[in-house]
């Protein structure tokens, strides 16, 4: 398979870029049918829930917490979100939404109504308990949508991400990121679900990208990728990590040849 070092050294430019735009803002100013693979984690109502009682103080500054965060994405907004997503993805293409499950049971009717087909919740099982009221999450869920027809690159792959038998053979861990950035993800589940459906040169595309996890995920596999996202925190975060990602492989590149 090709490396990201195959890739630097086939491009002229990064073969990334980031945006500083409004989800939906940035998905119309693609060219339509344009996008591979989104993979996405918006930062869904839902959470305001957990906020309110009390059970974290990650979420926006409050009494408990400095640390600033996101706005949300109210559910009002995703009948328009998922119509320009299905409108930037190519035919036959996937897309997957990182959620909750009270957020699943919202947005599962709205993608279908504009188009996209739905397949199933994949479990991803973070190893450690998170955010809750009760029967506090130790798990989240990642909703697989389809817009046409494309098979995965592997139909045995199960529907629990947990990594500690990875199918391919491999020993890693799926832990949820304590510490990082908020409700930041790591690259692992992205790196499973862009191997799965899409191709080595293909356009990921995050337009909630955070800390741009799905980003590094995209180049580790030799894929191209579009980043958005309204906070000039997740920027002061994700262009250092992408391009820091870039110049480690430029140096083991130039060592290389």
Request: with cysteine.
């Amino acid at each position: 398979m090709p490396t990201l070092i195959d890739s630097i050294s086939q491009m002229e430019e990064a073969p990334y870029q980031l945006f500083r735009q409004d989800a939906v803002e940035f998905l119309l100013g693609l060219p339509e049918r344009s996008v591979d693979l989104i993979v996405t984690d918006p930062a869904y109502e839902s959470l305001e829930k957990h906020r309110r009682v009390g059970t974290t103080t990650r979420l926006k500054v409050s009494k408990g917490s400095s640390n600033a965060w996101f706005d949300i994405f109210p559910n009002t907004r995703f009948p328009e979100f998922f119509a320009v997503c299905y409108r930037a993805l190519k035919f036959n293409s996937h897309l997957y939404l990182y959620c909750d499950d009270e957020t699943a049971y919202v947005v599962k009717p709205i993608a279908e109504a504009v188009g996209f087909k739905y397949w199933k919740r994949i479990v991803w099982d973070k190893e450690k308990i998170g955010m809750g009221y009760h029967y506090r999450a130790r798990c989240e869920y990642i909703l697989f949508f389809e817009k046409g027809k494309r098979k995965l690159h592997n139909l045995g792959m199960p529907d629990v991400f947990d990594f500690k038998e990875d199918p391919e053979g491999y020993v890693m861990s799926c832990a949820r990121i304590r510490d990082g950035y908020p409700t930041e993800k790591p690259i692992e589940p992205s790196m499973k679900l862009i191997a799965q459906s899409s191709e080595p040169g293909d356009l990921v595309v995050d337009p909630f990208m955070g800390s741009a996890s799905v980003g590094e995920a995209a180049l580790r596999l030799n894929r191209r990728f579009y980043g958005s996202d309204i906070s000039s925190d997740a920027h002061a975060v994700a262009e250092p990590r992408l391009s820091a990602l870039l110049q480690e492989n430029r140096e083991q590149l130039e060592l290389i040849q």
